[in-house]
């Protein structure tokens, strides 16, 4: 998903030191659905948030797994409120066989109502072999495997116009004062600093959760995620009043606060590499270079770049990971070519598809990092298969969905309302535990 849903070699290097070590290799096609067409004339129905160059590039991917099978595929965007749309799709009989889920939460959510169909052999082998554990763990619910996780994530990347930084005279930033510090640099050359999202709640939560884990530490990001540690802890307030710091200036945020929050993710990427740019930068994961390339025609490492999310207050730099896992949904038409599809989005050979498409990272270790278009994605891919167990999941994608996941509702909605006014760390604070308690109890 665009939630969740990279550089130069600084920023592959921060997260290969913050996530730990795996070995990278390369490997050949493997086929799917016995690679005979076994599959004619079935179809398989999918379900995921994507929508615009995400989704047209996923469709690729389903492309060729009918080449290779014989099966037609039909995929509906749900958009944002998946967990919503799949429940009313299985309540009224029209369950679809697979959907792309973008939240641990939600996984667990879908496991937890037994809705979901563990996966085959094939797949489990291919998951063990070829991802570091971390990924089967956030696929697993009470020891059974029920997710692949085909697409991921690194959300801990500011993407900005070279010409733009340039021009104002600055570089990238290493902490986050200085990162504000460039931002009025920025716009004292007559440019805004950032577009925001905030017409996307998730965006919001990106945002905190970068400023969180590196102010208040891995072990304290954990304890909220599991709402082990309240959201009127200190430490929340205390990164609510730094992100605050950013949202209540109106020299920083292009549009001011009215003006992110009439903005959606694809609108953000497209005021900082669009053709009337109104901000030097943006943040968000990797998957703005997608849309940066598809959308804007920009080359990635030339006129579109990032630096990674600067640390804050002096601890180490945020490595926030997110990413898509395919399930089978037990009353979906089609469970056995769902099954299939699955087999086929575990191989090097789908995700390669993908790869070369752009905005697109894989954590299967055993994708040709060759596959890559650009430097940039190369060198970010290889630190994500690089990576160790010690990957910092998206918390919100942790949460259950009526909290971390449903626009309008829960996290989201409170970070807008804090966007549009952050005046008051503390309340905001109570208000999020207020909602995480009754959705965790859920």
Not at 39 to 54: D, F, H, I, K, R
Not at 102 to 119: D, S
Not at 327 to 354: F, I, Q, S
């Amino acid at each position: 998903m665009m939630r969740r849903r990279t550089p130069l070699l600084s920023g592959c290097t921060a997260l290969a030191l913050a996530l730990g070590a795996t070995a990278c290799g390369g490997s050949g096609p493997v086929a799917a659905g016995g690679g005979d067409k076994a599959l004619n004339g079935q179809t398989v129905t999918v379900a995921g948030v994507w929508s615009g160059s995400e989704q047209k590039n996923f469709q690729k991917v389903l492309d060729a797994f009918t080449e290779k099978t014989g099966a037609k595929t039909q995929f509906t965007s749900t958009g944002d409120n998946v967990s919503t749309v799949v429940g009313s799709k299985i309540e009224g009989g029209n369950a679809p066989d697979v959907v792309m889920v973008p939240q641990v939460g939600v996984l667990q959510q879908f496991a937890a109502k037994g809705w979901l169909t563990p996966l085959s052999d094939t797949t489990r082998k291919s998951v063990e072999a070829n991802y570091a554990p971390v990924w089967k763990t956030y696929g697993s619910v009470g020891g059974a495997l029920y997710g692949l996780y085909f697409k991921a994530a690194h959300k801990s990347t500011v993407w900005y116009s070279p010409d733009a930084l340039t021009q104002a005279g600055v570089k990238p930033p290493a902490t986050y004062a200085d990162l504000l510090k460039a931002g009025r640099t920025v716009s004292d050359s007559g440019l805004a600093a950032f577009s925001v999202a905030g017409q996307d709640g998730w965006t919001l939560t990106d945002w905190f959760e970068n400023v969180y884990l590196s102010q208040a530490g891995p072990e304290k990001y954990d304890a909220l995620a599991a709402h082990k540690l309240k959201w009127t802890d200190a430490s929340v307030v205390k990164a609510l009043t730094t992100l605050g710091e950013l949202f209540k200036d109106k020299q920083l945020i292009a549009g001011g606060q009215k003006g992110a929050l009439n903005t959606d993710f694809p609108g953000s990427v497209e005021k900082v590499f669009g053709p009337k740019p109104e901000a030097g930068m943006v943040y968000e994961g990797d998957f703005v270079a997608g849309v940066a390339k598809d959308q804007f025609g920009r080359k990635i490492g030339q006129d579109a770049n990032f630096f990674p999310f600067p640390a804050v207050d002096g601890g180490d730099a945020p490595v926030v990971s997110g990413g898509d896992a395919a399930v089978v949904l037990k009353d979906g038409k089609n469970a056995k070519a769902g099954m299939a599809l699955l087999e086929y989005l575990a191989t090097p050979e789908a995700a390669a598809v993908w790869a070369e498409a752009g905005g697109f990272l894989s954590p299967n270790k055993k994708l040709d990092l060759a596959s890559y278009g650009d430097d940039v994605t190369r060198a970010t891919a290889k630190s994500l298969v690089d990576a160790g167990d010690s990957v910092r999941f998206d918390m919100s994608d942790q949460a259950p969905a009526a909290f971390g996941g449903t626009k309008g509702a829960g996290e989201w909605k409170l970070l807008q309302d804090f966007l549009r006014d952050p005046s008051d760390p503390k309340a905001t604070a109570a208000q999020l535990e207020a909602a995480a308690a009754k959705a965790y109890k859920g």
